[in-house]
Nanobody
Framework: QVQLVESGGGLVQAGGSLRLSCAAS????????MGWFRQAPGKEREFVAG????????DYADSVKGRFTISRDSARNTVNLQMNNLKPEDTAVYYC?????????????????WGQGTQVTVSS
């Protein structure tokens, strides 16, 4: 079983930046695709960004494309989400997740391990 721990959330003004990190332990990390999801109050959890096992392919939700960048460091067992030009509608709890397999997907049901989440709040 893999454990995922997110960090880097916080309060930022609109237009600002944050960098989220997810540290994985307990399993070979490099063989699996990874994803970031978010959930705002009263809304369903939604896909934000994903990266395949080798880091060569990425995918982004339309709402964050051009502002967010996902990356991974397999030597350090971490996956990061750089978030620039943040907007109030980006406010949510952000979750890191490990997929059951090496290739990208956006379906939450395809991800078998989840972190506890980190709060991101963007003020207007």
């Amino acid at each position: 079983q893999v454990q995922l721990v997110e960090s880097g959330g916080g309060l930022v003004q609109a237009g600002g930046s944050l960098r989220l990190s997810c540290a994985a332990s307990g399993r070979t990390f490099s063989a699996y695709a990874m994803g970031w999801f978010r959930q705002a109050p009263g809304k369903e959890r939604e896909f934000v960004a994903g990266i395949n096992w080798s880091g060569t392919t990425t995918d982004y939700a339309d709402s964050v494309k051009g502002r967010f960048t996902i990356s991974r460091d397999s030597a350090r067992n971490t996956v990061n989400l750089q978030m620039n030009n943040l907007k109030p509608e980006d406010t949510a709890v952000y979750y890191c997740a490990l997929k059951r397999g090496p290739y990208l997907t956006r379906r939450t049901s395809d991800f078998g391990s989840w972190g506890q989440g980190t709060q991101v709040t963007v003020s207007s």
